[in-house]
């Protein structure tokens, strides 16, 4: 094994879906897009609608098109960026249903699909997507008439239950959809911990099946061992890495694993990053190159074959603390070296 090995646990996925599920007690979506967070949407959708997932979320048509080519008809896939110049065809071809956001994209989708399955998404206040209060209210039962298959809208600070913003949005999503008789979605994974005012017809969680906060009951569903390519004994005064920027003050072992930058390892992460070796914690240190990076093995007993970066000692959000980001980023950056090995 010359690269790091990147273990996927679908059983944990799947037990993380069933248990947000629970949580929720409404039609539970499963939010692929990003290939999944970067873990493969094909193999994840699959495993999530042999346990019963119906509907599926991806960010893009194209995703859409590859997902529906994995999990053949039946499923929902609809597509949070809506009906975009040139994708008519494909969401036609592939029945996905797009979410749409402007009263551009509605008029577009009505000429092209008139008879096609479609969403409205609504802007609450995070200003990113979905048609604004105003815009709504004068399309409003001009689309209700057409049919559509959701009511959504997106939550900007749900990761915080204590934010203003969350009953804020909430507020406003009942007040733009009160009267309305169709199934209604607002809850990502931080909303669908909210509680159920915020549930509605359907949640949608991502991060939390994929084992992340805000979900910290969540499984861990990653692990990422990186071998060891070589150990040198470093002397005190010795300099290791680009830069010099860390110099031995005591006799040194230093293990060289065999991933970097390139791999998703991001660089800034590198003067606070540990890894693991049976439980024991070693530093990074030295800079974070592109395709290795040195680690202080010196407390190890034993010279270990290779280092975890990510399991159930570390999980991605811990990763992500070290590069000042969070574990969204860390999953959807793992690179394309590493050996792909999904467990069920
Ligand atoms: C990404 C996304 C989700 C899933 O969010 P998580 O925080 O990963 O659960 C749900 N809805 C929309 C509109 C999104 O963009």
């Known amino acids: 094994m010359s690269t790091g090995l990147l273990t996927i646990d679908l059983a944990a996925i799947v037990a993380n879906w069933q248990a947000l599920a629970k949580i929720a007690s409404v039609e539970t979506a499963a939010v692929v897009k990003a290939n999944a967070y970067g873990l493969d949407a094909g193999r994840v959708a699959q495993h999530l609608a042999n346990a ?3 509907q599926f979320f991806v960010a893009a048509t194209e995703e859409g098109v590859a997902l529906r080519q994995a999990l053949g008809d039946g499923p929902v896939i609809s597509v949070f960026s809506g009906h975009m110049e040139g994708d008519t065809q494909s969401i036609a071809d592939a029945s996905l249903t797009p979410m749409l956001n402007s009263a551009q994209q509605m008029q577009r989708h009505f000429a092209a699909l008139p008879n096609h399955s479609f969403g409205i998404q ?8 979905g048609m604004e209060p105003a815009e709504w209210a004068g399309l409003r039962s ?7 298959t959701l009511l959504m809208s997106h939550l900007a600070c749900a990761d915080d239950p204590d934010h203003p913003m969350n009953a804020q949005q909430n507020a406003a999503f009942e007040d733009m959809t009160q009267g309305v008789s169709l199934p209604r979605s607002l809850a990502a994974t931080g909303g669908t911990l909210l509680g159920a005012a915020y549930h509605y017809d359907m949640v949608r969680p991502g991060i939390g099946l994929y084992g992340g906060e805000p979900f910290g009951a969540a499984h861990p ?13 470093v002397a005190v005064g010795e300099t290791v890495g680009y830069g010099n920027v860390w110099t ?18 991001i660089r800034a992460m590198g003067p606070n990053a540990k890894l693991h070796s049976d439980g024991m914690e070693v530093p990074v240190v030295g800079r974070v190159s592109m395709d290795l990076i040195t680690v202080d093995v010196t407390a190890l ?17 811990e990763v992500a603390s070290f590069a ?3 574990g969204y980023e860390i999953l959807t950056s793992l690179g394309t ?8």
Do not use: C, F
């Open 52 to 54: 019963g997932a119906r």
């Open 122 to 129: 609504l802007d609450t206040g995070m200003n990113r997507l």
């Open 142 to 148: 001009e689309i209700i008439e057409k049919g559509p």
């Open 221 to 233: 569903v990653v692990t990422l061992d990186i071998p060891v390519i070589q150990i040198r004994d």
């Open 248 to 265: 031995a003050t005591r006799p040194s072992k230093i293990a060289t694993i065999a991933a970097g930058y390139a791999d998703g390892l």
């Open 301 to 317: 007993p034993d010279a270990p074959q290779s280092l975890q970066l990510l399991g159930a000692q570390q999980s991605v959000d």
């Open 324 to 326: 000042g980001t969070i």
């Open 337 to 344: 070296r590493y050996q792909k090995h999904w467990t069920e």
